[in-house]
């Protein structure tokens, strides 16, 4: 999970990161994982591992909803909205059912949506479906399952070269990126490492009166993560939905 502060500009701070359950070391690969759902005391007991799944993610909100993060001038701030990626198929409706059933907590699905020839650009919502559009982003209000919901669709395409180029920008102009301080630089190396798996390529998918037509398309790198990639480039989503815009 990662926890970002953003401005009215986009400009966003990367403030923590960690797992849960929370691992020995801040700079690991999947596949070495210490703690996991299987051995951790407070789930591996639970009957299934969608019970684990959920009682984990419901922890998790919980505990980050009572933390309390403070600026270099002593104001005080809490998290107003998590984002929950849903793309994995198998467990999609426990990400939902977490949502729902906890109101007091702002937690939304997310999904990640890549173009492709066929479909070279984000779909625009219907009309009269009752989804609401933004930049690069959809929140789709029919329902997923039998108990209906909300969730939010990004192009994230868009937002991996957003946070690419986020990085690029000067400290603290508009859209730019930058990660919290920390003594020793290695503390950021699993960061670079994921936001460095996938390599983008632009693919052409017409020519029409001198006119080319495409998209971006991003492939990760073979037995590389990309977890904190993906966490940014959900939090730069997560911004906009909620607020901040773009230039």
Same mark, same amino acid.
């Given at each position: 999970w990662g926890v970002c502060a953003v401005s009215d500009s986009m400009?966003?701070?990367l403030v923590d990161r960690q797992t849960w359950p929370k691992q020995s070391s801040i700079d690991f690969q999947l596949k070495n994982v210490i =703690? +996991?759902?299987?051995? %951790?005391?407070n789930y591996k007991n639970l009957p299934t591992l969608e019970d684990r799944l959920y009682a984990a993610i419901t922890d998790l909100l919980l505990h980050l909803s009572q933390e309390v993060y403070r600026d270099?001038?002593?104001?005080?701030?809490?998290?107003?909205?998590?984002?929950?990626?849903?793309?994995?198929?198998?467990?999609?409706?426990?990400? =939902? +059912?977490?949502?729902? %059933?906890?109101?007091k907590i702002?937690?939304?699905?997310?999904?990640?949506?890549?173009?492709?020839?066929s479909s070279p650009e984000l779909p625009t919502p219907k009309r009269g479906s009752g989804d609401k559009h933004g930049?690069?982003?959809?929140?789709?209000?029919?329902?997923?399952?039998?108990?209906?919901?909300?969730?939010?669709?990004?192009n994230v395409s868009e937002y991996k070269k957003l946070v690419h180029e986020g990085f690029k920008?000067?400290?603290?102009?508009?859209?730019?990126?930058?990660?919290?301080?920390v003594d020793n630089p290695i503390s950021h190396q699993m960061v670079a490492n994921h936001c460095n798996s996938e390599i983008p390529s632009w693919r052409t998918v017409a020519k029409v009166d001198k006119q080319i037509t495409g998209f971006l398309a991003w492939t990760r790198k073979p037995g590389v993560d990309?977890?904190?990639?993906?966490?940014l480039v959900g939090c730069l989503i997560l911004a906009n939905y909620v607020g901040s815009q773009y230039k």
């Open positions: 400009a966003m701070h =703690h +996991n759902f299987h051995t %951790d005391p270099s001038n002593g104001n005080e701030y809490t998290i107003d909205q998590f984002g929950i990626d849903d793309s994995d198929g198998d467990h999609r409706l426990t990400v =939902h +059912n977490v949502c729902r %059933d906890n109101p702002k937690a939304i699905p997310m999904k990640g949506w890549a173009p492709s020839a930049f690069q982003w959809i929140e789709h209000k029919r329902k997923e399952n039998a108990r209906g919901g909300k969730w939010l669709q990004g920008a000067s400290l603290g102009t508009s859209e730019s990126i930058s990660l919290f301080d990309n977890h904190c990639f993906d966490n």
